[in-house]
């Protein structure tokens, strides 16, 4: 079979289509003919072992798939050869055949597209964990969303939505105001690109305050990070919610008088971490997406598709910043 592996550390223009031998399927396994994996920003990082994670060479990115399964593992139940699943594996995704664990694997619905099904657990789960576990976002309340256009912002705009929420979608372009628009946000703000200066920095506080209104925003979802962070935390609303769930533009660092001066929280957002420690509540929070994607509430957006050979453009497309939505690769 083929598979995309990161031999050595680097950009995506190191990932090397290799034949290799499909893998032996395991206890307590399904072996799966993977159809789709979707791009997440931490295939960017982890091929150059800038991610949390650090899978021994070689292996596959690809964190999440939807894939039919070929065979069933000794003491697997609920899983027959031929059903369709999605998964989230971390990483060795971008394979045509691959074996994981039964127990991280959701059925996929009955004539669901398996690109869009490859799209769905880790943006939306990871969202719906930040929202209602850790941003206790409720009804009526406003939610700024940064990056609002890229995976987990997107998802981040159709649940906040779904929750009864105001959302307003901060991005860099005005074609990803149009998509966050697309998705449900009730209002758009168009950010620069960092890095800022001092002054840029008060006027971005300013265009954020500006958009989410007097009161402030009661709950931000950031994955975005940088210099992006302070302005925005500015503008959060007397004891409202900061929710870190990621940094493309970089680690930032936060003087604290600003928490005391709105008796807000900053709350970190970590859902492998809650997923492990939780698979019951995960798996709830999962059976919520699924009805949701189901009845038309959310639906992953796709930006393009690439079959396998040309993945790691896909790993490009979000490293560029040009993304709106979610770039899978479809295998044959
Ligand atoms: N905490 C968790 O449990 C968890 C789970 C999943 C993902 N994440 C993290 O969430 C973040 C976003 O992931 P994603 O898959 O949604 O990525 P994505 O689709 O690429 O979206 C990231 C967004 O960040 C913005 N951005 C700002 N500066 C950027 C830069 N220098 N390079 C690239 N993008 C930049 C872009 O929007 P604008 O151009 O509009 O600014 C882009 O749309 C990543 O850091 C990822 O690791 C965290």
């Known amino acids: 079979m083929k598979a995309l592996l990161s031999t050595a550390p680097g950009g995506p ?3 090397e289509l290799i034949e290799i031998d499909k893998p032996a399927l395991g206890k307590g396994e399904l072996a799966v003919r993977v159809l789709a994996c979707s791009i997440n920003y931490p295939d960017v990082l982890i091929i150059e072992d800038k991610y949390q994670m650090r899978p021994p060479r070689p292996f596959a990115p690809g964190a999440e798939i939807a894939g039919e399964v070929t065979e069933v593992g000794e003491g697997v139940e609920g899983w027959s050869p031929g059903d369709r699943l999605i998964a989230v594996t971390g990483f060795g995704g971008l394979v045509e055949h691959m074996t994981l ?3 991280r694997a959701f059925h996929l619905p009955e004539g669901a597209d398996p690109v869009a099904g490859s799209a769905l657990l880790m943006t939306y789960a990871t969202t719906i964990h930040a929202l209602k576990d850790r941003g206790e976002l409720g009804e009526g309340q406003t939610l700024l969303v940064l990056g609002a256009a890229g995976g987990v ?5 159709e649940i906040g939505k779904a929750m009864g929420a105001r959302v307003v979608a901060a991005v860099s372009s005005e074609d990803k105001a149009e998509a966050a628009r697309a998705a449900g946000a009730d209002a758009t703000m168009i950010y620069g690109r ?9 006027a971005l506080s300013a265009a954020f305050k500006e958009a989410v209104g007097k009161g402030g925003a009661d709950v931000i979802y950031d994955p975005v990070g940088g210099d992006y962070c302070e302005p925005a935390l500015r503008s959060i609303a007397w004891e409202g919610r900061y929710l870190v769930v990621g940094f493309p533009a970089g680690i930032p660092k936060l003087p604290l008088n600003l928490t005391l001066l709105k008796s807000c929280d900053v709350r970190g957002v970590f859902w492998g971490g809650f997923a492990m420690r939780e698979p019951a509540r995960n798996a709830a929070h999962v059976e919520q997406l699924l009805d949701w994607w189901q009845a038309g509430t959310i639906t992953p957006r796709i930006d393009c598709t690439f079959p396998l050979e040309r993945g790691g453009e896909a790993i490009t497309r979000l490293a560029e910043r040009r993304a709106v939505g979610k770039v899978v690769v479809t295998m044959g």
């Open 194 to 202: 960092a890095p800022f200066d001092k002054e840029q920095s008060k």
């Open 101 to 103: 664990e039964a127990a």
């Open 13 to 15: 223009d190191t990932l």
């Open 153 to 157: 912002g997107l998802a981040a705009v």
